[in-house]
């Protein structure tokens, strides 16, 4: 679904993605880990299509076709959605009427008549039960005034209605507390699907607990650094980033002098 | 990110709908001003005495005054010899008498305005007023009106039907000697609205004033009086369109509003001059003097104005608070883009006791626009327990649009209480891609931050004007879900 290659991306003329490589199939859930400024919101928003994260080397192939081609509008119509760390502000716009203009955005792209007031609702209280999120949240500004816990769940609210193809979710488990993690561990798991395949960007093992993923990663010095399966994020808790960031950088030494 | 900035102005620009010209025979007068004229144009209007009387006076006294140049606008001088001051579509001397008389030519043209006049279902709740250049072309639903006692007409036909009434409100808020495109417009004043509710009576439905100036070099001087006696409601809205021309024009209207004990005026505009171009090329000059006065105990005004059209806005809708426990408000939206130059906002005078003001403006500028709130807040030795909250809150779209704050308060009672707040920010980048990473276009994205950001003003429209007011703004009609 997802084949990243030699990716190197730019903010402000800095590098910061230095050749990283990525592949993701439908039905898998990968999780992301690294040290702090490593990259893994940048990652994520070159694959949402942030303006001013810019690639300068390597491609990005989604569903077979070439993604960086596409405007971040197509991006999310075509399925790709990103659960933001820091979820945006706005204020006036009621949470409501941002997920159904969305909604209604992809199903025209699919050719899909637009959801009527009534459908669209009976729709949206479903899934707000499946998140265990109070109703009034919906006719609140955007992210206005809601706690970092209720804006986490707000973002895994729009996934469930959108219901996207490849999902991002950053750090969507920072903030929460336990049993609200248990609530969006729930509602992922919910949606994990032979179809659909998702990134976590965690720093913690306990989410991993909860949605147990196929391949953990460690995104260090602008790449990915090391993978393994699910008990990698174990050793990780256990022995910090320190020797990952070691060794990466140890092999990078041999082959950057090596003849290749 | 520059890229973006540009591509931001673009969103929110949309083309001048309105521009067309309507070829019609018209009867005016030479151009330039002078007493002459100001006999001329009040001979043509069939006017008493007094009128002329006060027109001249009016006269007499701009000739002492000059140009105020206090405000956060520039133009090139207005040559005011060069000025039209009378135009009107040729027909019967004294105006239509019914819908039947009007030139269909005219009608047509308020059907492409989108404002037909015609008086069926489509419009049945709206009493709408129509003026085009110089006078009033009908007036529909008068009937109706009537037999309440309301009296909706255009000013000229007060002034020769209800001169007693005209004589003693005229110039009681806004007199003739109040500034100089307030006096300017006493002077010349052709046509307008005459509004008048008798006691207890409830309106019931809006009446509306439409204003077109269609006419080249002709300047547009409205006057729109409204009274609403003891106990009695009115809401009341105005919309105004131009055609595009390369040279400006002169707007200089003058309202003014009375409400009497216990009664209530709501005064909304849609405010769509034409603006200019693109280059700042022509566009209308809005210089208006807009004023109400809480006459009487527990009586309210509010405006609520939607600005987005003319080259410059110069105006300040007030309200005087004279009656105890009377109430004024202000909301505003108001938009400028590519060169055009809004200095607006209200000013507040409390001389009553436990009298309350609320004072709400949203700014928005794009381009290369620039919007100043300037408003006054002045409570009076008098006016113990007065209260007031101004929020001041302004938009910015791109990186080379202005907005600027003036807040002027004068309190000489320690019992009032008066806030104030303002922000100003700027369409974020964040908020865009927000949107976009939802699937959401970038063009309706801006639209509907731009919606959320006004949304508490829109709320005080009535629904016909509130649809408009969105669509103005380039936003769809399903902001208002929720
Ligand atoms: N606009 C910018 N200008 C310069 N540097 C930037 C800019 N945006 C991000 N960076 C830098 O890019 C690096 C990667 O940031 P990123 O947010 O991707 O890290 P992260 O792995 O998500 O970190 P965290 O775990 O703290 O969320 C950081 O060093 C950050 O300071
Ligand atoms: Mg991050």
Redesign the pocket.
Known sequence: MLEIRNLHVT??D?P?LRGLDLEVRAGEVHAIM????????????VLAGRE?YVVTQGEIRYMGRDLLALAPEERAREGIFLAF?YPVEIPGVANVYLLKAALNAMRRHRGESELDAVDFLALVKGKLKLMDMDEALLYRAVNEGFSGGEKKRNEILQMAVLEPRLAIL??TDSGLDIDALKVVANGVNAMRSPERAMIL?T?YQRLLDYIRPDRVHV?ALGRIALSGGPDLAQDLERRGYGWVEAEAQKRHAASAGGPG | MGKRSVQLDELISQEYRHGFYTPLDVDDVPRGLSEDVIRVISAKKQEPAFMLEWRLKAFRHWLTMTEPHWATVHHPPIDYQDIVYYSAPRGKADGPQSLAEVDPELLRTYEKLGVPLQERELLAGVAVDAVFDSVSVATTFKEKLGELGIIFCSFSEAVRNHPDLVQEYLGSVVPYTDNFFATLNSAVFSDGSFCYIPPGVRCPMELSTYFRINARNTGQFERTLIIADRGAYVSYLEGCTAPMRDENQLHAAVVELIAREGAQIKYSTVQNWYPGDKDGKGGIYNFVTKRGDCREANSKISWTQVETGSAITWKYPSVILRGDNSVGEFHSVALTNHWQQADTGTKMIHLGRNTRSTILSKGISAGHGSNAYRGLVKVAKSAAGARNYTQCDSLLLGDRCAAHTFPYIEVKNPTARVEHEASTSRIGEDQLFYCQSRGISAEDAVSLIVSGFCKEVFRQLPMEFAVEAQKLLGVSLEGSIG
């Open positions: 903010v402000d800095k910061i690294g040290p702090n400024g490593s990259g893994k919101s940048t990652l994520a928003y001013g760390q950053d750090e960007v720093h995104l």
